[in-house]
């Protein structure tokens, strides 16, 4: 060939992908009693799905093309799967604990957890041309393949105190444990402080 016929490209080089996907997500929420709410999330997101990808041989003229190399065949066999599933609960409330003084407070929990595979498969230089399967392969065929999973753990609080809606204090904090360190070290906890002061509220007239 003097130069690779666009045509007959398409026909024989080739990258095919199918991909299945569900999505699903559940939401609940509870008011206990007039300030106490519990709320909490449930999703999940799985995907699989497989890929071929091909390419015939193609054999350039010496003379014509001197500069170009010919192009070998092979074909690719390549598999892919994730899970991945979330859950969070929160319960909240607000008390007035007197005529100035009001308390917020929300805890709860998250859950974090996905797996991973794949796989992939190829073969050069078929045997029998046309035919895109591993089998048709000469030589070694090429594998490799891949896995992991993580899960993912937290406990989280928030409080707030406020004093005639101008001055608040606020706390939280929040611990996490991990899959992906080492058992014993796999946990971390941080906590946050916070002031504020509304003028405006402070002293109407402004």
């Known amino acids: 060939a003097f130069y690779q016929?666009?045509?007959?490209?398409?026909g024989t080089n080739r990258e095919n992908d199918q991909t299945n996907r569900l999505v699903g997500n559940v939401f609940a929420s509870w008011d206990i009693i007039d300030n106490i709410n519990?709320?909490?999330?449930?999703?999940?997101?799985s995907y699989s799905g497989v890929g071929k990808n091909w390419r015939a041989e193609q054999n350039y003229n010496e003379e014509l093309q001197p500069y170009h190399t010919n192009v070998f065949s092979f074909v690719e066999d390549t598999e892919?799967?994730?899970?991945?599933y979330t859950w969070?609960?929160?319960i909240s409330g607000k008390f007035n604990?007197?005529?100035?003084?009001?308390?917020?407070?929300i805890a709860g929990s998250a859950i974090f957890a996905t797996k991973y595979s794949e796989s992939f498969m190829r073969a050069n230089n078929l045997s029998i041309e046309g035919f895109?399967?591993?089998?048709?392969?000469?030589?070694e065929v090429e594998t490799r393949a891949d896995a992991e999973e993580e899960r993912n753990i937290g406990f989280f609080g928030d409080i707030e105190l406020s004093f005639r809606d101008?001055?608040?204090?606020?706390?939280?904090?929040r611990q996490d444990y991990t899959s992906t360190l080492a058992a014993g070290e796999n946990g971390y906890f941080y906590p946050a402080f916070g002031m504020s002061?509304?003028?405006?509220?402070?002293?109407?007239m402004l």
């Open 5 to 10: 016929n666009p045509y007959w490209a398409v």
């Open 38 to 45: 519990f709320t909490t999330r449930i999703g999940a997101n």
């Open 80 to 84: 892919f799967k994730r899970n991945t």
């Open 88 to 90: 969070d609960a929160v």
């Open 97 to 105: 604990l007197t005529q100035d003084i009001k308390l917020k407070a």
């Open 132 to 139: 895109y399967d591993i089998s048709n392969g000469t030589g």
């Open 166 to 173: 101008f001055i608040y204090l606020n706390a939280t904090g």
């Open 197 to 204: 002061f509304i003028l405006t509220e402070a002293v109407p």
